[in-house]
């Protein structure tokens, strides 16, 4: 196992829709350890095969829940159907996301409270379960990783202005960025 770079927005992986998975061997098995142990160094929620440079439709989690699936897990090939979110703003604090692509920023982005989420395990078996509160946040954030979407493509204009801004004073937008968890400073403050 391994800790990989984690890709940057504006990395053309990120923003394109991932390929089913179809070979369960080795090569999907080394990702997958591979992807725990950078979610773990990089004390991430969740972390999805594209932020790792690999275009496969695969994510993991490590989420506390109270929906009785297992806090660390691996899903390939997911559907994940949400209920539509709520109406109104999204809340600048209770609703504040942010992601390992784009590393330190957080803006509020309003996420339906459930989410059904079907797909496989890394083995190929059928997996089946319903997320609510935060773990259906994380669930629909990775989700979108693996249809091309930044929860940044998904914020309010006024939220998304803000973003964009952060994001050209970050010098991000251009495909070669990336981070490495463990070695570059935590861009989350874990490691101060």
């Known amino acids: 196992m391994s800790v990989r770079p984690i890709t940057i927005t504006g990395e053309p992986v990120l923003h394109r829709r991932a390929e089913v998975v179809t070979d369960f061997g080795p090569e ?3 990702l997958i350890d591979d992807m725990l142990e950078t979610q773990a160094a990089a004390h991430g929620a969740g972390l999805a095969a594209p932020q790792v440079g690999v275009g496969l439709r695969v994510f993991t989690w490590h989420l506390a829940n109270e929906d ?3 806090e660390i897990g691996v899903i390939v090939n997911p559907f994940v159907r949400a209920t539509r979110p709520p ?7 209770d609703d504040a996301e942010g992601c390992l ?3 330190g920023l ?7 409270d459930r989410a059904d989420v079907t797909g496989l395990d890394r083995n190929g078996n059928e997996l089946a379960f319903t997320a609510t509160g935060w773990f259906a946040r994380c669930m629909q954030h990775e ?8 929860y940044v493509d998904r914020l309010d204009e006024k939220w998304k202005k803000k973003a964009r801004k ?7 937008g251009a495909a070669g960025k990336t981070w490495m968890p463990g070695v570059d400073p935590d861009p989350f403050g874990h490691d101060s």
Request: glycine share 16%; no cysteine.
């Open 68 to 70: 009785g699936v297992p």
């Open 166 to 172: 952060a994001i050209r004073g970050e010098g991000w």
């Open 87 to 93: 109406d109104g703003d999204p809340d600048k604090h």
């Open 28 to 30: 999907l098995q080394t």
């Open 143 to 150: 989700y979108d990783h693996l249809n091309g979407f930044l």
């Open 101 to 103: 692509s784009v590393p």
């Open 106 to 112: 957080h803006f509020p982005l309003t996420r339906g």
